[in-house]
C-alpha cells in the first residue's frame, strides 16, 4: 500500500528533512522539526506523489486517500485534544501547500478551516475571546471564499469597508464583537447570493475543499510562470500540509513572525527579521501593517518606535534564539523560520534555507567555513553561481551626485536607473522594446512576477523587507526598495508624488536597493571592489576547479576587467568588431568594394596597421596567456553603409559612386545571412582578407615579445567550419604568413590554428577535422541556431509560446540544450580526442557563462570557458563546483 | 619492384580488361584486343601509378621507370620489326592519354613520335612516299610543338596558309613533297624563333618530352573542368600509351575511322560509324573534313556521293565486321572502336563502350536481354538512371509549326528552345542569369564545354556525329545538332545567316536534336509517349526494387504526369503552394492581419472549401495510394503583399488599411526567414491554421470515399518538427479534427501524423520523436541547409568557389552529403526504427530524384523515395539498381 499521508507532532514525526521530494520542503522540515524537539502544532502532509496521480487522473484521488487521511487527523486531535467540528472543543486547521522548491505566494493557502456557526461559539467559549473568534471566522470565509469557492475577495473587502464606514470606525481594532457578527452574516449572504448554495458548513466537506484548491493551485497562472521562470518542472507536484491551527492574533500575549538566522542581504550573524503582536501570519507577508523588529539593536537601528520582541517578549524570544541556535547547527546553513506565539508558547511554522542576496551568501559560507561549521569544498558549492553575477554590476558611484527624493527599506541590493513604469504589463511591454524600466508599485503580487522579471529594478511604497517585493526581487537579482511610504501613487493618472515632485511615467529616477534611496534623474555607477570574502571564496573555488575560464573580448577594457577577475586568456576575440571604428570602416568599404584581388590587398594594407595596434593591445594585457582570436566571420554586406548619408560619406572619400556602392549592396544582400557568405567561406574566396589578419596577428605578437613582454600564445581561430577541407586549404595560408612574419623579424612565436565548431556537420565530422586543427573552440551560438533550425534573431516571435507550451524548459540560447546540441558536442569531443589527443578544447558562445552549461562542458571535459569579463567570476564558481560534483562532491544533483 | 609499365602485342599482352584503373581504359582495352586475337599495334602502357608519383613528387618519376621503358621499347622494335630512331627503318610512336574514365579530347596526344631530320628519310624511302613522309612530319613538329613545347598551334596553321596563298593551293593534297619540305623548315624555323632553341631531333627526348606532357596535362583546365561535371576525382590519374605508328594516310588503300558495333543515337543493331580514305584519325574527331559512311545502307540514307567502306574496301570491311562481332560478344556490351587501314591491312587502335543516347542505352540492353546476352537484371544495372530524363522531357510537337531555317546532323535527341549565343563563355553567364541559350558554334572545342553544359542545346555547322559536339552533347543529355553547313555563323558581327535570313544574337530559334532541325522562334513542346522499351525496362526494375517510388506534387496535373510515370502516391503536398491561387490569396492575407483568432478563423472559414477541393482532386487521382501533405511549413511574411499595388488591391477588398499592411508585415519581417517563424511553430502558435488544414484534408478523404472511390491514405506531415514536445502538443489537434470529422460524417478513413525529419535535432532526437510520430521523412533540403549552416539561395555566393577547391565534390543540395547529412538521417532511422519498428520512413527533398541519393536511401532501409514527376522514372531505375547491389548484384559499385 502506498503511503500518501505522513504525521507530524508531539516531538515525533513519520517523514524528516531528507524527503522533500515526496513531502515537499514545508512538510519534510515540519517532520524534522519535530524530531528534533522543536515545538511544532501536530499535522500531517499529503504527499505530492498525491498531486501528480491527481493531475494524471482528471482531478481524482487515490482510492484509499481518505482511508489514510482520517487516523491521521485523528492523531492531530489526540495531541491538540480537541476535535475536528466538534462544538464544544473544536480543532481548526490550516491548510497549506508546500512543493520541492519555495514558490512564494504562489499557491492557496486556507486558514482557521473547521469554523462553522457551532464550532465558532466553541472557540468563542475556549478562547474566552468571542471577538477573536468572530474575526477568526470572518477570515475563514473570506479566504475560504476566495481560494476554495471563487468568490472574489474584493466583495468581502467591500463589505468590511462599506460596515466601517457606516460606524465610523477607521481601523479594523475598532470593530467589536457584535460587529464581527454583522460581518459574518454579511459574508454568508454574499456567498449565498453569488454562488447560489451557502456557506459550506460540513468540516469535512471544508477539508476536502481546501485541499483540492491547493492541488488546483498547483497549475494557476501565476504558478506556471513563477516555474517557468525559476526553472521548475510542472511534473514535481506539490504537497498539501494540513496541521492544528495555532493563534498569533489572541490577545497582547500572542504574536506571529518570520525570522532569518543571519541578515539575508549582508550575511551578518544576527538574529533578523519581523514580527506583529496580536496578528496572524498572512498579515507579516502581505505588509499590510508595517511589523515591529526581533531584536532591540534592529529597532535601534531602524529608528523605530514600535518594541522589539526581544524587549516586549523576553522569555518567548530567548525561546526563538534557541530555536534559532539548534536549527543552524542542525541543518549547517542559514534558516528562514516562521513562528508563531499563542498566548505565550511559541509554536514553529516553517524553517527552510533562507534566500539571501549574493552578498549575503558569500559572507554566509565564508563565515560559516571559519565557524567550522562547514568545509570549504561545501562553501564553493552552496554560493549559486549565476546570484554572484549581482555583486560584479556597476553600483552608484559613492562620488556622484544623488538627488534623493525617497527613502525605503534596502529589500534587494544592487543600483538601477530607469524609467518609471506603474505597471507590471508596461514594464513587460517596455524591456520587450528594450527600455530600460523600474517598477514603481504601491505593493506588489505574484501577479506582478513578469513585470518584475522584466524591470531592472522595483520600488514600492508599502511592506517589509520580507515583504513579496523583497522577497522576489532578492530571488531574481534585481535591486528593490520597499516600503517607501512617502511616495504618493497615482496609478490612474499614471504618477507619483513625493514631498511635492511629480514624477511621471517615463521619467528617469534611479534606485539603490543596497541603502534604499531612491533618486531623481539618472546616477553615474561604477565597477564595485571585488574583495574579501569574494576573493576568498573564488580563491578556494580555484583550488577546485579543472577548467581554466578565458573571456571573450575584443577591447583592452573589456579585457583589463576580464583579467582583474581572475580570466586566464581570450577565448573568442571577435576581430569584425575592430572594423567598425569610423578611421577603419572606409577602408574595410574599399577592400568589399574592389574589384579584383589586388584592390582588396591594397584597402587591407591600410587596415593591417589598426589591427596590429588592436591586437598589441589585447596581447600586452593578456601577457604570458593564451589569445584565441577568431578571423573574419559576418557576411561582407553587415560592413556596407546603410543610408543615403553613409552612402555619400564614403563616395566622397574614395571617389566610387554611391549608386556602385548600391548596386554592390544589392549583390551581397542575402536571404539568410546567418546561413550565407560568411566565415571560412569569405576565407576561401577572399584569402588576402585572412592573411591580412595573420600578418597583424604575428607582428603584433612579436612586437610584444620585443618590447620584453612575455609572448602571447596566439591561437587563430577560423569560423564556421563545415568540412576538414576549408580548414586545410587556410591553415596553410596562415602557416605561410607566419613563417614569412617569422623570417622577417627573426624571431618567433608559439601558436596554434583551430577552428570553432558551430555547425553540426563539424561536429559530426570532428574526428578528421582534429587531424589538422590542433584546438576546437565550441561556437553554442551558432551550433544551437542549426541545430535547432532557429535563428535568435527571430526567435522572439515564438520564444513565449514555446516556453508558455514547455517546448523550451528553458531559452536553448541561454543554457544549453544538453540533449540535442549537447549530443554533438559529445560526439565532437570523443571524436576530436580520438584523433588528436592533446586537442585542446573549449567554448565560446555565451553559453561559457552560465553555470548548468558550465558544469555539461565540464562532464564532456572540455579544457576551459570563455565567457564576457562580468561572468569570469561566474563561470570560476560554476567550474568548482562541476569539479567538486563530478568528484562525487557534496551535492548530488549533478 | 613495382611495375609501372605493361607491354602487349602480336596477340598477347601482359595486362587486361580488367585492369582499368591502372592501365586505364584505352591500355586495359588494348592489352584485352591483343589477348582475344585481334590486330593491335604493338606498345605498352605506362601505368597510373606513375601519374600519381608523378604529381606527389614534384613532377619527377620513379627511378626504375627509364629502366623499364627501355625493354619494352625494344619490345616493340622486334613485333614491328623497326628501330626508333633508326634512319634506315625508322620506329615511329603514337603516345596518347588514357584515363580510367574517357575525358574525349581533354588530354593530350603526339603522333608520328620518333621523326627528324634523319628518320623522315628513312620513313620516305620505306613507304616509297616522300610527300607522305614530309607531310607526316610536319604534322608533328606540329603537334608536338603545340602540346609538349607550347608552341601556339596558330604559328604553324599561319605559316602553312601563308604557303598555300603564295602558290595558290586552295586544298591540303594540292601540295607536293618540296611543299611539304619547305613547310617542314618553316616550322622548324619558327619554333627555334619562338623558344630560342631548336626542334628536339633526339627521339628519346622526344618520347619522355611527349609522356611529361600527357602526364601534364591531366591537370589542365579544361580537364579539371570536365571531371568537375562528371565528378571524376583527381586522384584517378591517366596511364600513358605507347604504340607503333600505323597510318591511315599512305594512299588510297588506307584509311581511318571510328565505328560503334550499334547506332549510338538509337539503339539499333548496325555497324555505325564514319571513316577518312587517306587520313590520319584526328581527321575523323576534329570533324575538319566531313567523313564518309561505314556502311552503303548508311551512305543512301544520307544521301552522300561519297563511297562508304562497305563499297570501298570491302575485304577490310569484312575484318571490320568479324571483330565487331568477336568485340560485343567478349564484352556483352555496345563498343565504341578506333581503327586503321595501312595499306589494306586493319589494325585497332581502341575499343570501348560505347557512350549513348538514353533512348538508345534503353534499346539496347532490351534488345541485348533478348539475344540472350545479358540478363534482364544486367539490363537493369547497364541504364544510366540520370541519363533516362533526357527520355522524358517534352519534345517537339509533331502537330506545331514549325519555321525550319536549316538542317544538319542529329547528333543528340531532344528538343529545345533558346536564345542564340556565339561564345560558350556568354551561354554561361546568360544561364548564370536564368536565361535559356542555344550555343552555336562552327565547331566546338574542349574549351567550351561549360559553355555547352549552361546551354539548353547546341548548334555547330562544321563536324559529324562523332565530332566534339556531338559526343559531348550526347553525354550531357543536351539536345545537339552538328554540322549545319548553311549556316553562315559571324562571331564578330554576333549573328548567323541562313539562305538571306540574319538571325542575331538574342534570338530565339529552336533545335530539335533528333531530326537535325533548326528552327526559327520557340516551337511547342509535348511530352513523349513513354512505351516500348521504356516499359519493358521498367518493368525488370520494377520487379527487383524494394523502396517504393511517391512524388512530389501540388496540382492535378503534376499528380497525373506523375501517376502516368509509376508514382505510387505523393510523397510531398506543399499545402502552401495552394495558397498563392489570385482568389485565394486575399483570404490567406485577411487570415495574417487578424487581430485575434476569431479573425483568424473567420478567414480560415473561406479557405477550408477550395483547400478541401485541392485535396479531393489530388486524392482521387492518388486514389487507393498513400498521399502525404505537408501542413503550411513557410512563415506568414512571405504571403504578405510586396508592392505597392497589391497593398492597395488587398486594402480595396478588405477595407484594410495599406499602412496598417505594412506595419504588419515589418513586424513579420525576418533577419533569417529560413530559420524563423515557420513549420510547426507556425502551428504552435495559431494552431486554428493546421485544425483547418486537417479538416479539409478528411472531409475531402471522406468525399472522394462516399463517392465511391478507392479512399486515399492521408499522412498528414508536421514540418520542421525538433523536439517531441511539438509534436505531442500538435498531434492531438489533428486527431482531435479527425474525430469530429468523422463524427459528422459518420464514416472514417485510415490516416497517419507524422513528421519530417529536417533539422538536425530532429534526427538526433528520432528516438522520442518516434513514440509519438508515426512517420518520418526526411526533408533533406532544409537538413542540409542547417547541417551545413548554407542556405541555398545564398550558396551561389561561393559555390563555384567550392566546387574549384574541391570542397564539394557535388553540390550538396543535388547529392546528399552522405558523410554529414547521410550520418545524421542513419541515426534517426537507428533511433526511430527502435523506437517504433514500423514506422514508415521516406525521403522527400530534392535529393529524391538524384540516383546516388535514391542508392543511400536504399542503403539507409527507407521505405520510399519522393520526388518531381519527371524524375518518378529515374528514381524507379535508380531504386531497383540499389536493390541489385546490395543483394551483391552484377555492380561492385555500391
Given at each position: 500500500?502506498?503511503?500518501?499521508?505522513?504525521?507530524?507532532?508531539?516531538g515525533?514525526?513519520e517523514?524528516n528533512?531528507e524527503?522533500?521530494?515526496?513531502?515537499?520542503?514545508?512538510?519534510?522540515?515540519?517532520?524534522?522539526?519535530?524530531?528534533?524537539?522543536?515545538?511544532?502544532?501536530p499535522g500531517?502532509t499529503i504527499?505530492?506523489?498525491?498531486?501528480?496521480?491527481?493531475?494524471?487522473?482528471?482531478?481524482?484521488?487515490p482510492?484509499d486517500?481518505?482511508?489514510?487521511?482520517?487516523?491521521?487527523?485523528?492523531?492531530?486531535e489526540?495531541?491538540?485534544n480537541?476535535?475536528f467540528?466538534?462544538?464544544?472543543?473544536?480543532?481548526?486547521?490550516s491548510?497549506?501547500?508546500g512543493?520541492?522548491?519555495?514558490?512564494?505566494?504562489?499557491?492557496?493557502?486556507?486558514?482557521?478551516l473547521g469554523?462553522?456557526?457551532?464550532?465558532?461559539?466553541?472557540l468563542a467559549?475556549?478562547?474566552?475571546d468571542?471577538?477573536?473568534?468572530?474575526?477568526?471566522?470572518?477570515?475563514f470565509?473570506q479566504?475560504?471564499?476566495?481560494?476554495?469557492?471563487?468568490?472574489?475577495?474584493?466583495y468581502?473587502?467591500d463589505l468590511?469597508?462599506?460596515?466601517?464606514?457606516?460606524?465610523?470606525y477607521?481601523?479594523?481594532?475598532?470593530?467589536?464583537?457584535?460587529?464581527?457578527?454583522q460581518?459574518?452574516?454579511?459574508?454568508k449572504?454574499?456567498v449565498?447570493e453569488?454562488?447560489?448554495f451557502?456557506?459550506?458548513?460540513?468540516v469535512?466537506?471544508?477539508?476536502?475543499g481546501?485541499?483540492?484548491a491547493?492541488?488546483?493551485?498547483?497549475?494557476?497562472?501565476?504558478?506556471?510562470?513563477?516555474?517557468?521562470?525559476?526553472?521548475?518542472?510542472?511534473?514535481w507536484?506539490?504537497?498539501?500540509?494540513?496541521?492544528?491551527?495555532v493563534?498569533?492574533n489572541?490577545?497582547?500575549?500572542?504574536?506571529?513572525?518570520?525570522?532569518?538566522t543571519?541578515d539575508?542581504s549582508?550575511?551578518?550573524?544576527?538574529?533578523?527579521?519581523?514580527?506583529?503582536?496580536n496578528?496572524?501570519?498572512?498579515d507579516?507577508?502581505?505588509?499590510?501593517?508595517?511589523p515591529?523588529?526581533l531584536?532591540?539593536?534592529?529597532?535601534?537601528m531602524?529608528?523605530?518606535?514600535?518594541?522589539?520582541m526581544?524587549e516586549?517578549?523576553?522569555?518567548?524570544?530567548?525561546?526563538?534564539?534557541?530555536?534559532y541556535?539548534?536549527?543552524?547547527?542542525?541543518?549547517?546553513?542559514?534558516q528562514?523560520?516562521?513562528?508563531?506565539?499563542?498566548?505565550?508558547?511559541?509554536?514553529?511554522?516553517?524553517?527552510?534555507?533562507?534566500?539571501?542576496?549574493?552578498?549575503a551568501?558569500?559572507k554566509i559560507?565564508?563565515?560559516?567555513?571559519?565557524?567550522?561549521?562547514?568545509?570549504?569544498?561545501?562553501?564553493?558549492?552552496?554560493?549559486?553561481?549565476?546570484?554572484?553575477?549581482?555583486?560584479?554590476?556597476?553600483m552608484?558611484?559613492?562620488?556622484?551626485?544623488?538627488?534623493?527624493i525617497?527613502?525605503?527599506?534596502?529589500?534587494?541590493?544592487?543600483a538601477?536607473?530607469?524609467?518609471v513604469?506603474?505597471?507590471?504589463?508596461d514594464?513587460?511591454?517596455?524591456?520587450?522594446?528594450?527600455?530600460?524600466?523600474v517598477?514603481?508599485?504601491t505593493?506588489?503580487?505574484p501577479?506582478?512576477i513578469?513585470?518584475?522579471?522584466?524591470?531592472?529594478?522595483?520600488?514600492?511604497?508599502r511592506?517589509g523587507?520580507?515583504?513579496?517585493?523583497?522577497?522576489?526581487?532578492?530571488?531574481?537579482?534585481?535591486?528593490?526598495?520597499?516600503g517607501?511610504?512617502?511616495?504618493?501613487?497615482?496609478?490612474?493618472?499614471?504618477?507619483?508624488?513625493?514631498?511635492?515632485?511629480?514624477?511621471?511615467e517615463?521619467d528617469?529616477i534611479?534606485?539603490d536597493?543596497?541603502?534604499?534611496?531612491?533618486?531623481?534623474?539618472?546616477v553615474v555607477?561604477?565597477?564595485p571592489e571585488?574583495t574579501?570574502?569574494?576573493?576568498?571564496?573564488?580563491g578556494?573555488?580555484?583550488?577546485?576547479r579543472?577548467?581554466?575560464v578565458?573571456t571573450?573580448?575584443e577591447?583592452?577594457?573589456?579585457?583589463?576587467?576580464?583579467?582583474?577577475?581572475?580570466?586566464?586568456?581570450?577565448?573568442?576575440?571577435?576581430?569584425e568588431?575592430?572594423?567598425?571604428?569610423?578611421?577603419?570602416?572606409?577602408?574595410?568599404?574599399?577592400?568589399?568594394l574592389?574589384?579584383?584581388?589586388?584592390g582588396?590587398?591594397?584597402?587591407?594594407?591600410?587596415?593591417?596597421?589598426?589591427q596590429r595596434?588592436?591586437?598589441?593591445?589585447?596581447?600586452?594585457?593578456?601577457?604570458?596567456?593564451?589569445?584565441?582570436?577568431?578571423?573574419?566571420d559576418?557576411p561582407?554586406?553587415?560592413?556596407?553603409p546603410?543610408?543615403?548619408?553613409?552612402?555619400?560619406?564614403?563616395?566622397?572619400?574614395?571617389?566610387?559612386?554611391?549608386?556602385?556602392v548600391?548596386?554592390?549592396s544589392?549583390?551581397?544582400?542575402?536571404?539568410?545571412?546567418?546561413?550565407?557568405?560568411?566565415?571560412?567561406?569569405?576565407?576561401?574566396?577572399?584569402p588576402?582578407?585572412?592573411e591580412?589578419?595573420a600578418?597583424?596577428?604575428?607582428?603584433?605578437?612579436?612586437?610584444?615579445?620585443?618590447?620584453?613582454?612575455?609572448?602571447?600564445i596566439?591561437?587563430?581561430?577560423?569560423?564556421?567550419?563545415?568540412?576538414r577541407?576549408?580548414?586545410?586549404?587556410?591553415?596553410?595560408?596562415?602557416?605561410?604568413?607566419?613563417?614569412?612574419?617569422?623570417?622577417?623579424?627573426?624571431?618567433?612565436?608559439?601558436?596554434?590554428?583551430?577552428t570553432?565548431?558551430?555547425?553540426?556537420?563539424?561536429a559530426?565530422?570532428a574526428?578528421?577535422?582534429?587531424e589538422?586543427?590542433?584546438?576546437f573552440?565550441?561556437?553554442?551560438?551558432d551550433?544551437?541556431?542549426?541545430?535547432?533550425?532557429?535563428?535568435?534573431?527571430?526567435a522572439?516571435?515564438?520564444?513565449?509560446?514555446?516556453?508558455?507550451?514547455g517546448?523550451?524548459?528553458?531559452?536553448?540560447f541561454?543554457?544549453?540544450?544538453k540533449?540535442?546540441?549537447?549530443?554533438?558536442?559529445?560526439l565532437a569531443v570523443?571524436?576530436?580526442?580520438?584523433?588528436?589527443?592533446?586537442?585542446?578544447l573549449?567554448?565560446?558562445?555565451?553559453?561559457g557563462?552560465?553555470?548548468?552549461s558550465?558544469?555539461?562542458?565540464?562532464s564532456?571535459?572540455?579544457?576551459?570557458?570563455?565567457c564576457?569579463?562580468?561572468?569570469v567570476?561566474?563561470a570560476?564558481?560554476?567550474?568548482?563546483?562541476?569539479?567538486?560534483?563530478?568528484?562525487?562532491?557534496?551535492?548530488?544533483?549533478?
Amino acid at each position: 500500500m502506498t503511503a500518501w499521508v505522513y504525521n507530524f507532532g508531539d516531538g515525533s514525526a513519520e517523514g524528516n528533512a531528507e524527503m522533500k521530494t515526496l513531502l515537499g520542503g514545508k512538510g519534510a522540515n515540519l517532520a524534522e522539526m519535530c524530531n528534533i524537539g522543536l515545538p511544532v502544532p501536530p499535522g500531517f502532509t499529503i504527499t505530492t506523489e498525491v498531486c501528480t496521480a491527481f493531475y494524471e487522473n482528471d482531478h481524482a484521488y487515490p482510492d484509499d486517500l481518505h482511508d489514510q487521511v482520517a487516523p491521521a487527523l485523528a492523531s492531530i486531535e489526540i495531541i491538540a485534544n480537541a476535535e475536528f467540528g466538534d462544538p464544544e472543543k473544536p480543532l481548526l486547521l490550516s491548510v497549506r501547500s508546500g512543493g520541492r522548491a519555495s514558490m512564494p505566494g504562489m499557491m492557496d493557502t486556507v486558514l482557521n478551516l473547521g469554523l462553522n456557526d457551532e464550532t465558532v461559539e466553541g472557540l468563542a467559549k475556549l478562547s474566552g475571546d468571542r471577538r477573536f473568534a468572530l474575526d477568526s471566522y470572518r477570515r475563514f470565509i473570506q479566504m475560504y471564499g476566495d481560494v476554495v469557492l471563487g468568490v472574489d475577495h474584493y466583495y468581502f473587502e467591500d463589505l468590511l469597508a462599506e460596515h466601517k464606514e457606516l460606524k465610523g470606525y477607521s481601523l479594523d481594532t475598532e470593530l467589536a464583537a457584535d460587529d464581527w457578527q454583522q460581518i459574518v452574516d454579511a459574508y454568508k449572504n454574499k456567498v449565498q447570493e453569488v454562488l447560489g448554495f451557502p456557506f459550506p458548513q460540513g468540516v469535512n466537506d471544508q477539508m476536502w475543499g481546501a485541499i483540492s484548491a491547493v492541488f488546483g493551485s498547483w497549475m494557476n497562472d501565476r504558478a506556471q510562470t513563477y516555474r517557468r521562470i525559476h526553472h521548475i518542472p510542472a511534473s514535481w507536484g506539490t504537497a498539501v500540509n494540513i496541521q492544528a491551527m495555532v493563534f498569533g492574533n489572541m490577545g497582547e500575549d500572542s504574536a506571529t513572525g518570520v525570522a532569518f538566522t543571519r541578515d539575508p542581504s549582508t550575511g551578518e550573524r544576527l538574529l533578523f527579521g519581523e514580527y506583529l503582536i496580536n496578528a496572524q501570519g498572512e498579515d507579516v507577508v502581505a505588509g499590510i501593517r508595517t511589523p515591529q523588529s526581533l531584536t532591540k539593536h534592529a529597532r535601534e537601528m531602524n529608528g523605530s518606535a514600535l518594541p522589539s520582541m526581544e524587549e516586549a517578549m523576553p522569555d518567548v524570544f530567548g525561546d526563538l534564539i534557541a530555536a534559532y541556535e539548534k536549527l543552524e547547527s542542525h541543518y549547517r546553513d542559514m534558516q528562514d523560520l516562521e513562528f508563531t506565539v499563542q498566548k505565550g508558547k511559541l509554536w514553529m511554522l516553517q524553517t527552510r534555507a533562507g534566500k539571501r542576496t549574493a552578498k549575503a551568501a558569500l559572507k554566509i559560507v565564508v563565515d560559516m567555513a571559519a565557524e567550522g561549521l562547514i568545509t570549504q569544498e561545501e562553501a564553493v558549492m552552496r554560493v549559486d553561481p549565476a546570484a554572484l553575477e549581482q555583486l560584479l554590476h556597476p553600483m552608484l558611484d559613492p562620488e556622484a551626485e544623488r538627488k534623493v527624493i525617497a527613502r525605503g527599506l534596502p529589500a534587494s541590493p544592487g543600483a538601477a536607473s530607469g524609467e518609471v513604469v506603474f505597471d507590471a504589463e508596461d514594464a513587460a511591454h517596455a524591456a520587450a522594446n528594450g527600455r530600460k524600466v523600474v517598477l514603481v508599485r504601491t505593493e506588489t503580487s505574484p501577479e506582478d512576477i513578469q513585470g518584475m522579471h522584466a524591470a531592472v529594478g522595483i520600488v514600492t511604497s508599502r511592506g517589509g523587507m520580507t515583504s513579496h517585493a523583497a522577497v522576489v526581487a532578492r530571488g531574481m537579482g534585481r535591486p528593490c526598495v520597499s516600503g517607501a511610504g512617502m511616495l504618493r501613487i497615482d496609478t490612474k493618472m499614471r504618477t507619483m508624488t513625493v514631498a511635492g515632485t511629480v514624477i511621471s511615467e517615463g521619467d528617469v529616477i534611479t534606485l539603490d536597493g543596497a541603502t534604499g534611496e531612491v533618486m531623481l534623474g539618472e546616477v553615474v555607477t561604477i565597477q564595485p571592489e571585488v574583495t574579501g570574502d569574494f576573493g576568498i571564496l573564488m580563491g578556494w573555488a580555484d583550488k577546485a576547479r579543472r577548467m581554466r575560464v578565458r573571456t571573450n573580448a575584443e577591447t583592452p577594457e573589456e579585457s583589463q576587467v576580464a583579467r582583474d577577475f581572475g580570466a586566464e586568456g581570450i577565448g573568442l576575440c571577435r576581430t569584425e568588431h575592430m572594423f567598425f571604428a569610423p578611421e577603419r570602416i572606409v577602408a574595410v568599404r574599399e577592400m568589399i568594394l574592389a574589384q579584383d584581388t589586388e584592390g582588396r590587398r591594397a584597402a587591407l594594407h591600410k587596415i593591417l596597421p589598426m589591427q596590429r595596434q588592436d591586437f598589441t593591445d589585447l596581447f600586452r594585457i593578456m601577457s604570458g596567456l593564451p589569445v584565441t582570436i577568431r578571423l573574419l566571420d559576418p557576411p561582407l554586406h553587415e560592413f556596407l553603409p546603410k543610408t543615403d548619408a553613409d552612402l555619400k560619406a564614403l563616395a566622397d572619400v574614395t571617389g566610387i559612386h554611391p549608386e556602385a556602392v548600391r548596386r554592390r549592396s544589392i549583390l551581397l544582400e542575402e536571404s539568410n545571412p546567418m546561413l550565407g557568405h560568411r566565415g571560412c567561406r569569405l576565407g576561401i574566396s577572399y584569402p588576402e582578407i585572412y592573411e591580412m589578419q595573420a600578418r597583424a596577428i604575428f607582428e603584433a605578437a612579436l612586437a610584444v615579445k620585443a618590447d620584453g613582454g612575455e609572448a602571447p600564445i596566439p591561437e587563430i581561430m577560423i569560423p564556421l567550419i563545415a568540412t576538414r577541407r576549408e580548414f586545410d586549404i587556410l591553415k596553410p595560408k596562415i602557416v605561410a604568413v607566419a613563417d614569412t612574419v617569422f623570417a622577417e623579424r627573426g624571431d618567433r612565436v608559439d601558436y596554434k590554428v583551430g577552428t570553432m565548431i558551430e555547425l553540426p556537420r563539424a561536429a559530426l565530422r570532428a574526428g578528421e577535422i582534429a587531424e589538422s586543427a590542433e584546438f576546437f573552440s565550441f561556437g553554442t551560438n551558432d551550433l544551437t541556431q542549426t541545430t535547432y533550425g532557429i535563428s535568435r534573431d527571430d526567435a522572439g516571435a515564438f520564444l513565449d509560446d514555446y516556453l508558455h507550451n514547455g517546448i523550451f524548459e528553458q531559452d536553448p540560447f541561454v543554457s544549453i540544450d544538453k540533449e540535442g546540441v549537447g549530443e554533438l558536442m559529445q560526439l565532437a569531443v570523443e571524436r576530436g580526442r580520438a584523433a588528436r589527443e592533446d586537442l585542446k578544447l573549449g567554448i565560446c558562445g555565451e553559453h561559457g557563462g552560465d553555470p548548468a552549461s558550465v558544469r555539461f562542458c565540464d562532464s564532456l571535459g572540455l579544457d576551459y570557458v570563455s565567457c564576457s569579463p562580468y561572468r569570469v567570476p561566474v563561470a570560476r564558481l560554476a567550474a568548482a563546483q562541476a569539479a567538486l560534483q563530478s568528484d562525487g562532491g557534496t551535492d548530488g544533483t549533478a
